[in-house]
């Protein structure tokens, strides 16, 4: 049983390109959350899934996209990457909206 | 605008002493909470919950207090270890997810 698996586990990013988070569960759970993390900032919402085929915005959505089309997988998207999106990225799951989530180990994530 | 935070942000205790990390929380509204142990280089991991309609629950060396008249929450860590080194967050659990204060970071001295 992994829980919630991140890849990659580090990425350096130029400004303008793109890339896909991926994040697992194999826990069977319904709700998936991407946050992210910045020093004295703690933890942001970015973007939540109640279920698969379902995505919604959370505090800090822009710059970033989502998709859930299996269950098991939320990936979160940056299409045009900004310095200001250097941060280290949570994924979590949990089995319903007020259970407690489950994190991976994170993503970090630097943008040139 | 309503927002979960912790009073310190660092925090630091002798090995064998309890800590105690507080929270403040401003939405009246709120009914669960949750506290978490981030330790360096991973993702936050659960330590214990609490329900509104409760005032105390205790864990394994844990105890969390919740006094809804000052909207305030504490974790109680008993016999502190080296391993209880960490960022802890306290969180309150929202629709759209969960809310996260800013943390404290506890330091264990020998």
């Known amino acids: 049983n992994a829980g919630v698996t991140q890849t990659p586990k580090f990425r350096v990013l130029k400004t303008g390109q793109s890339m896909t988070l991926l994040c697992a569960q194999d826990?069977?759970?319904?709700?998936m959350y991407w946050y992210r993390q910045d020093p004295g900032m703690g933890l942001r919402l970015i973007h939540y899934s109640v279920g698969e085929g379902t995505t919604a915005k959370g505090e800090v959505p822009d710059g970033y996209n989502v998709s859930r089309l299996k269950k098991q997988n939320f990936l979160l998207g940056l299409e045009s990457a900004a310095p200001s999106q250097t941060s280290v990225y949570f994924c979590a799951s949990s089995y319903m909206g007020t259970s407690p989530l489950h994190f991976g180990n994170g993503t970090r994530l630097t943008v040139t | 605008g309503e927002s979960v935070g912790l009073h310190l942000p660092t925090l630091s205790v002798q090995e064998g002493d309890n800590s105690i990390i507080n929270c403040a929380y401003s939405n009246s509204a709120s009914d669960y909470f949750i506290w978490y142990k981030q330790e360096s280089g991973k993702g936050p991991q659960f330590i214990i919950d609490?329900?509104?309609?409760?005032d105390k629950r205790q864990g394994q060396r844990v105890t969390v207090l919740l006094n809804k008249t000052v909207k305030h929450l504490s974790l109680q860590i008993a016999a502190t270890q080296p391993g209880d080194s960490a960022v802890y967050f306290c969180a309150e659990l929202r629709a759209d997810g969960l809310t996260f204060g800013k943390g404290t970071h506890l330091i264990i001295q020998p």
């Open positions: 826990m069977n759970h319904e709700y």
């Open positions: 609490i329900r509104s309609n409760m």
